[in-house]
């Protein structure tokens, strides 16, 4: 399979400064700027993002591009949430992050969830008639907020006039990274 050429693409990836799952955020990262996509992470401050690898042990930082707060949304062709518990769980408590998720959701762009990323959008109240796959503990989560929760590795829904692309765990990035490229293509 070619190497997907996403020149010209924007994505937005919103995190808080420590607790991210590294590699949610950090092979996303890579991936999409190595095929060419403008990748911003936008954070609660400009301090450097402390990632985590499986919740506990000290991973990489990452230098955010922007804060939250002063991220429009509206430049994007794509919206990134990456996991890591104690990440999802603070960055659903930031009023910014909902507003971009909603932003995104009302104006019909795409939006891509991986692991407990999506308590933000359980947050956000936007997962009403969605399907969806997540870190497995989050399935009550989907369901009282509406969604259906499925256990897959990959889960496209295009219902609701947007597009959700969710998975569970870093493992599962080769399937995720291959349906945010063809998400991205078809914005071309």
Same mark, same amino acid.
């Given at each position: 399979?070619?190497?997907?050429?996403?020149?010209?693409?924007?994505? @937005?990836?919103?995190? &808080? #400064?420590?607790?991210? +799952?590294?590699?949610?955020?950090?092979?996303?990262?890579?991936? @999409?700027? !190595?095929? =060419?996509?403008?990748?911003?992470?936008?954070?609660?401050?400009?301090?450097?993002?402390?990632?985590?690898?499986?919740?506990?042990?000290?991973?990489?930082?990452?230098?955010? &591009? @922007?804060?939250?707060?002063?991220?429009? /949304?509206?430049?994007?062709?794509?919206?990134?949430?990456?996991?890591?518990? %104690?990440?999802?769980? !603070?960055?659903? %408590?930031?009023?910014?992050?909902?507003?971009?998720?909603?932003?995104?959701?009302? !104006? =019909?762009?795409?939006?891509?969830?991986?692991?407990?990323? /999506?308590?933000?959008?359980? +947050?956000?109240?936007?997962?009403?008639?969605?399907?969806?796959?997540?870190?497995?503990?989050?399935?009550?989560?989907?369901? #009282?907020?509406?969604?259906?929760?499925?256990?897959?590795?990959?889960?496209?829904?295009?219902? =609701?006039?947007?597009?959700?692309?969710? !998975?569970?765990?870093?493992?599962?990035?080769?399937?995720? %990274?291959?349906?945010?490229?063809?998400?991205?293509?078809?914005?071309?």
């Amino acid at each position: 399979m070619a190497d997907p050429d996403l020149a010209g693409r924007r994505v @937005l990836a919103i995190v &808080t #400064n420590y607790g991210v +799952e590294q590699d949610e955020l950090v092979v996303p990262l890579e991936h @999409l700027r !190595s095929a =060419g996509a403008d990748v911003d992470v936008a954070a609660v401050t400009i301090d450097p993002v402390e990632t985590l690898v499986g919740d506990k042990d000290p991973g990489t930082t990452v230098p955010p &591009t @922007l804060r939250l707060q002063d991220v429009d /949304p509206a430049g994007y062709d794509l919206l990134l949430v990456p996991g890591g518990t %104690l990440n999802a769980d !603070s960055l659903r %408590l930031e009023d910014a992050a909902i507003a971009a998720v909603t932003s995104f959701t009302t !104006s =019909g762009r795409p939006v891509a969830a991986i692991c407990h990323g /999506p308590w933000v959008l359980v +947050e956000a109240g936007v997962l009403a008639g969605k399907t969806l796959t997540t870190y497995p503990s989050l399935r009550t989560d989907v369901r #009282n907020a509406g969604g259906t929760w499925e256990d897959r590795s990959v889960v496209r829904d295009d219902a =609701g006039g947007w597009t959700l692309v969710t !998975s569970r765990t870093p493992g599962d990035l080769p399937d995720f %990274l291959r349906e945010i490229d063809a998400v991205l293509a078809e914005r071309a």
